[in-house]
């Protein structure tokens, strides 16, 4: 089995990934998910917990037969576009599909919340998916409860959001 890339409209992620369940025939597709991660967000005075699409306009696909899948995506109605060049579909690779189970779980495909402090100028994670993993970390946004880290994907390097508390600093 192989993991794909599909390309989707944004913010249609959910609704795509339902026809593909109601039109692609069963036993074709293993799994088909949109990698997700929860931040932190405030409103009305107070955090709130909320799950949002880690890269939005894409939904992954696990399957045998990329061809076949692709020509039963014709029977979607929506936009959706499996990716690839030409008539060949370019899963992803094997360094890809680990780094995204390592921070996500299989059941719900959601990269969870971590928590680390600040240690000079340098970021520790203490627990969360990105705890020995401080180096891919590119940017953090101490206000918005925010790490940017650099995923590859798809042969280039794409940067993506997910949540992280920085519950101290010291010097």
Same mark, same amino acid.
């Given at each position: 089995m192989a993991l794909y890339v599909i390309q989707v409209a944004g913010g249609q992620e959910g609704r795509v990934v339902e026809m593909i369940d109601?039109? &692609?025939?069963?036993? /074709? *597709?293993?799994?088909?998910?949109?990698?997700?991660?929860e931040i932190m967000r405030r409103y009305r005075g107070e955090w709130h917990k909320r799950v949002e699409t880690l890269v939005p306009g894409y939904l992954f696909i696990e399957c045998k037969d990329a061809g076949r899948v #692709?020509?039963? /995506?014709?029977? &979607?109605?929506?936009?959706?576009?499996?990716?690839? #060049?030409d008539d060949r579909f370019i899963p992803l690779t094997d360094d890809e599909v680990r780094w995204l189970n390592a921070f996500t779980d299989l059941g719900d495909r959601v990269v969870k919340m971590s928590e680390g402090v600040i240690e000079g100028d340098? *970021?520790? *994670?203490? #627990?969360?998916?990105?705890? #020995?993993?401080?180096g891919q970390i590119s940017k953090i946004d101490r206000h918005r409860r925010i790490a940017y880290l650099d995923m590859p994907m798809m042969g280039r390097t794409k940067t993506i959001k997910v949540g992280l508390e920085i519950v101290s600093k010291r010097k």
């Open positions: 109601k039109f &692609v025939s069963e036993g /074709l *597709v293993q799994e088909c998910f949109i990698p997700r991660y #692709n020509e039963e /995506l014709r029977r &979607v109605p929506a936009f959706t576009r499996l990716l690839g #060049n340098r *970021v520790i *994670v203490l #627990n969360g998916p990105l705890m #020995n993993h401080e």
